[in-house]
T-cell receptor, first 114, second 113 residues
Framework: GNSVTQMEGPVTLSEEAFLTINCTYTATGYPSLFWYVQYPGEGLQLLLKATKADDKGSNKGFEATYRKETTSFHLEKGSVQVSDSAVYFC?????????????FGSGTQLTVLP | DGGITQSPKYLFRKEGQNVTLSCEQNLNHDAMYWYRQDPGQGLRLIYY???????QKGDIAEGYSVSREKKESFPLTVTSAQKNPTAFYLCASATGEVTQPQHFGDGTRLSIL
């Protein structure tokens, strides 16, 4: 079946440090891949997406490249800010019958210290 | 602005009581979803609906019920059969296309009195 494995947290970094959050997936066919961010007490917001192999999604300084050969979609940012502190979820789209659904990783808590 | 509205933000349930969580969207999306999130956990799918008057069980449907009488609305009832209902509940909607993301509401936090 389809699954997403995320780097376990929590992750604590100093401001301006480089961030990598690993995400690997198992899926049949050609899923679309997403990163979502969740701030405390809120719902999930789409951060970026990639819909085919070698696509790079980017937003707000975050990037992730869809690597089919390694089944990975690692999230990176060159210089994190305190405001990036949140939980990050990797997800893939899947088809169940005629329905499109998302399979989520377990989330990675990021704390950025000033 | 288009979006998804969940209400209430906080909800308390007494023993033996059913409670209903509201989810409304004005994005004209066909598909709607309910998820449960426990502390430090990912999201688990409770129910989903692809069109009006049709819905399907997700991975953890026991103790929950839904209806989809209007395209804009997808309420979730947490019944007394759900023995551990304390969690953060998230509603989402989507166009249904595999390349398009789901859009989430701000969630309802349900606790037991």
């Amino acid at each position: 079946g389809n699954s997403v494995t995320q780097m376990e947290g929590p992750v604590t970094l100093s401001e301006e440090a480089f961030l990598t959050i690993n995400c690997t997936y198992t899926a049949t066919g050609y899923p679309s891949l997403f990163w979502y961010v969740q701030y405390p007490g809120e719902g999930l917001q789409l951060l970026l997406k990639a819909t085919k192999a070698d696509d790079k999604g980017s937003n707000k300084g975050f990037e992730a490249t869809y690597r089919k050969e390694t089944t990975s979609f690692h999230l990176e940012k060159g210089s994190v800010q305190v405001s990036d502190s949140a939980v990050y979820f990797c997800a893939l789209s899947r088809v169940s019958g005629s329905a499109r659904q998302l399979t989520f990783g377990s989330g990675t808590q990021l704390t950025v210290l000033p | 602005d288009g979006g998804i509205t969940q209400s209430p933000k906080y909800l308390f349930r007494k023993e033996g009581q059913n409670v209903t969580l509201s989810c409304e969207q004005n994005l004209n999306h066909d598909a709607m979803y309910w998820y449960r999130q426990d502390p430090g956990q990912g999201l688990r799918l409770i129910y989903y609906s692809q069109i009006v008057n049709d819905f399907q069980k997700g991975d953890i449907a026991e103790g929950y019920s839904v209806s989809r009488e209007k395209k804009e609305s997808f309420p979730l009832t947490v019944t007394s059969a759900q023995k551990n209902p304390t969690a953060f509940y998230l509603c989402a909607s989507a166009t249904g296309e595999v390349t398009q993301p789901q859009h989430f509401g701000d969630g309802t936090r349900l606790s037991i009195l």
